[in-house]
């Protein structure tokens, strides 16, 4: 993959190479319902003050029913600064969804183990996933918002400030005290973003946050993405899409194909790309 370079040995030693992280470490972790997976309290590996998310030759198999082992991810490499959102595109099946699985679960979650590779994360991570009733899990958004706080050492004064704050970033603090199952689907991707905002992470890895919603609510989505990672705290997101328009708001974008990462590059490259190539399943828009 083009646009990678070597890296020193002091950033070498700092990264984690993922056949080594045991989810039996001395942290405690939670996942908010099948949606977000925030909170697990481990030293993360250091990158660059630029860069928020390395990949290098990550790889990932998995067995079928007949016991044939089949490549899902093949030497997958990226890189994405923080302060940015980067989009990942590609047809169905060459493995965008399980690349995020793969990069959450080798900082985070213990959902994949994969085969080969070192990930290197600047700070705590969120998944948030695309349906978005598998997000909340409280009553009130503030509730939902600050569920994940209680692992934290915080008074109520504090509480209340970043669960204010973090609506506010995503434009739903007039919403504070309405109950979650009056939302609509996109307001509910918010508060999912808003909690994972509130939490202090990091990195917000997206899967196809917009499959599930009207064109109001996906615009009002992205905004809030984009309006994250614009923020004071250098929040760096990775969203996978199959929506072709949607690039016009990422700061770069990687295409993949058959397992790997075929290209990267800033978004109107990649929209060219795929143009030219007619990439099935997604979808080209206007």
């Known amino acids: 993959m083009q646009g990678l370079t070597s890296l020193p040995p002091a950033r070498q030693a700092a990264c984690c190479p993922v056949t080594t992280v045991s ?3 001395s942290c405690s972790w939670r996942s908010r319902g099948r ?22 030759d990550l790889s990932f198999s998995a067995t079928g029913r007949n016991g044939r082992v089949v490549p899902i991810l093949r030497d997958c490499s990226l890189q994405v600064p923080a302060g940015q ?15 995020l699985r793969v990069h ?35 009553p009130t958004v503030e509730a939902d918002v600050a569920f994940g706080l209680g692992k934290f050492n915080l008074t109520a004064k504090e509480v209340r400030y970043r669960v204010r704050g973090a609506l506010d970033s995503v434009g739903m603090s007039k919403y504070l005290k309405i ?4 939302l609509s689907g996109g307001q509910k991707q918010r508060v999912a973003i808003a ?22 609510d996906q615009i009002g ?4 993405v984009r309006n994250s990672v614009a923020g004071p705290g250098g929040v760096a997101a990775l969203w996978v899409t199959h929506r072709l328009e949607e690039l016009k708001y990422a700061d770069g ?19 060219n790309f795929l143009r030219q190539k007619q990439v099935p399943h997604l979808d080209f828009g206007f």
Do not use: Y
């Not at 959102?85 to 399980?98: A, D, F, H, Q, V």
């Not at 974008?253 to 929209?271: N, T």
């Open 221 to 224: 989505v992205i905004k809030a």
């Open 23 to 25: 989810s039996s470490s």
């Open 104 to 138: 959450s679960s080798s900082v985070l979650a213990g959902l994949l183990n994969p085969t080969s590779g070192t990930v290197c994360v600047d700070g705590p991570t969120s998944f948030v996933f695309q349906n978005p009733d598998h997000q909340v899990v409280m």
């Open 35 to 56: 949606g977000r997976v925030a909170g697990r309290r481990r030293v993360f590996p250091a990158v660059s003050a630029a860069t928020a998310i390395e990949v290098r």
């Open 195 to 216: 909690g994972a905002l509130a939490e202090a992470c990091k990195v917000l890895l997206l899967d196809e946050l917009t499959t599930f919603l009207d064109e109001t």
């Open 179 to 182: 109950p979650v199952q009056t």
């Open 253 to 271: 974008a990687f295409c993949m194909e058959d397992g790997r990462i075929v290209m990267q590059g800033d978004a109107s490259s990649i929209a």
């Open 85 to 99: 959102l980067w989009m990942l595109l590609g047809p169905n099946g060459c493995g965008k969804s399980t690349l």
